[in-house]
């Protein structure tokens, strides 16, 4: 079992996860961030720092379809440990449906 971040967390990126993390397991993308799920040892603690609600146990049926993404990214971008600055617009795009269609980039983030 891990946890997976879904598509909440596109251009929202608020980072209160990665900080709560014992194992470091997040991965920055240029708008979103995604856990590796080899590394994750399924603490629970990010679920509810997230407030986009975008970080899903992988037992519940919607997170299944993201798992392969963060499996996938995790492996290519950047470790992130620390938060940064939440874009300005972060506020605008919670809860926004669609956003894997509209704005998915592949591009890695910064990393810290
Ligand atoms: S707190 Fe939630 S929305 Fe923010 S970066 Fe983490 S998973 Fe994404
Ligand atoms: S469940 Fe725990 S180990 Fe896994 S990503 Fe969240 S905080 Fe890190």
Redesign the pocket.
Known sequence: M??VVTEACIKCKYMD?VE???????YEGANMLV?NPD?????????PECPAEA?LPDTEAEAEKWLELNREYSNVWPNITRKGVPPEDADEHKGEPGKFEKYFSSEPGKGT
């Open positions: 891990t946890y996860c709560v993390c014992p194992v470091d397991c997040f856990i590394e994750c040892i399924d603490c629970g603690v990010c679920e970080i």
